[in-house]
Nanobody, 126 residues
Framework: VQLQASGGGLVQAGGSLRLSCAAS????????VGWFHQAPGKEREWVSY????????YYTDSVKGRFTTTRDNAKNTVYLQMNSLKPDDTAVYYC????????????????????WGQGTQVTVSS
């Protein structure tokens, strides 16, 4: 199983980026797929996740209304559309996938995730 995160880059504040998480060896629509980020000197934090099946999405408060997580089943890829980016969004972004079995609160915890991508750097300049 491999998760490949991509799409990071350097963008000015107020700009947009779309991150992709492409999977091989696993079907993402059968799993919960989360996005986490880790800023310099800080612990990795949960950003968003998309539920298996119905694709319901959840977001941490700091990104609500700015970030959108979607899934393309045909491409076996999950996306994180990031709009109105702020310098505080600067971090390495990781995607991860988890097998079902917990309640909705579990998927904000990285310990519940089984597979991780390698991370992609997002830098937002002021």
């Amino acid at each position: 199983v491999q998760l490949q995160a991509s799409g990071g880059g350097l963008v000015q504040a107020g700009g947009s980026l779309r991150l992709s998480c492409a999977a091989s060896g696993v079907t993402l629509s059968h799993l919960y797929v989360g996005w986490f980020h880790q800023a310099p000197g800080k612990e990795r934090e949960w950003v968003s996740y998309i539920s298996r099946g119905n694709g319901r999405t959840y977001y941490t408060d700091s990104v609500k209304g700015r970030f959108t997580t979607t899934r393309d089943n045909a491409k076996n890829t999950v996306y994180l559309q990031m709009n109105s980016l702020k310098p505080d969004d600067t971090a390495v972004y990781y995607c991860a996938a988890a097998y079902p079995g917990g309640d909705m609160n579990h998927y904000v915890e990285e310990a519940f995730y089984n597979y991780w991508g390698q991370g992609t750097q997002v830098t937002v300049s002021s």
